[in-house]
């Protein structure tokens, strides 16, 4: 009989990933049998459009007592997938993974020994990356925007997702009941032992990511605004530069009249100017609008996520 309360929890969001969830089923309960330790796997389907709900129930029957589903009814995002796993667990070491198997399940006693030496956080970096030049390209910018803006949030590698936390931190990101996260970033602020392994690093079994630029660009939003007034800041330092050479500009320009007289040279010169300063205003506003959309957001108090379904074998505790 499955113990009710297991000593790992794993827990891995699900889109549209037909393609790979037997095999990772089979790497993965294999890897974790490995380790001799009570499990549970913890699978969110977040409004996968495919044969995955089909499928994730098969493989709930299989190990009814280890294999959890929860249904989205919609697309909730790969975080909030994570979140409803998390309020979900019942293991004293939870670990998160895509299903991509890109990073392989066989390193997960990494994370576990890690964990048991005393560390409350463990994030990872990917070894011999297997993405595109492009997808390289970005990220290795955005790490180093990220690391330049907010330096005290220190991690190589912070779009590798298998991470392993304590319980009592997953706990703490449950508790705070944002709407928008960004878990790596929001764990190490309550972490007081992070640690970082490397892991290796695969290209995916089947299928593509399913990550496009323009969710690249809104997933860097949420870590920016979520964590950083960094860019507000930079706006205010700019906007007192432009004020005082602008000041500067306009003495220039009453002292050249009076030395020179009245002149209608430089004017395309000053649209330029004034076209210039229209656009650092509207990517002001931009900004600044990111971070007012998510007040919003928080304010309206509606739920995270609608959870249809969920699968699982109910514990002595819970009849």
């Known amino acids: 009989m499955q113990n009710p309360n297991p000593y790992l929890s794993i827990v891995i969001p699900v889109y549209n990933e037909q393609e790979t969830l037997e095999e990772l089923y089979r790497r993965l309960t294999a890897a974790l049998d490995k380790t001799g330790k009570t499990y549970e796997i913890i699978l969110t389907n977040d409004g996968s459009k495919d044969l995955s709900s089909e499928i994730l129930r098969e493989l709930h029957n299989r190990r009814p007592s280890q294999i959890r589903v929860i249904e989205f009814n919609g697309n909730f995002g790969q975080h909030m997938a994570i979140m409803a796993g998390f309020e979900k667990v019942r293991g004293e070491i939870v670990i998160t993974m895509d299903a991509d198997l890109q990073n392989p399940p066989e390193d997960i006693y990494k994370l576990v020994e890690a964990i048991e030496a005393g560390h409350d956080v463990v994030n990872t970096h990917r070894l011999g990356r297997q993405d595109t030049w492009w997808r390289l390209f970005v990220s290795k910018m955005h790490n180093t925007l990220r690391a330049w803006m907010m330096p005290k949030l220190v991690m190589k590698d912070e779009g590798c997702m298998l991470r392993a936390y304590r319980r009592n931190i997953v706990d703490l990101m449950v508790a705070t009941g944002e709407t928008t996260t960004f878990i790596p970033a929001l764990a190490l602020n309550y972490s007081s032992n992070p640690v970082e392994v490397g892991v290796a690093h695969e290209t995916r079994f089947a299928g593509e990511s399913n990550y496009n630029l323009y969710k690249l660009i809104r997933y860097n939003f949420d870590l920016v605004t979520g964590f950083s007034v960094f860019p507000l800041q930079v706006f205010t330092m700019i906007g007192m530069l432009i004020s005082f050479l602008s000041f500067l500009f306009v003495v220039f320009l009453i002292a050249r009249r009076f030395i020179v007289g009245p002149e209608v040279e430089g004017v395309f010169t000053l649209f330029a100017i004034m076209f210039f300063l229209l656009g650092i205003v509207l990517l002001g506003l931009g900004v600044t609008g ?30």
């Open 290 to 319: 990111e971070y007012i959309g998510r007040i919003y957001q928080e304010v309206r108090k509606r739920p995270r996520f609608v959870i249809r379904n969920v699968l699982e074998e109910k514990t002595s505790s819970e009849d």
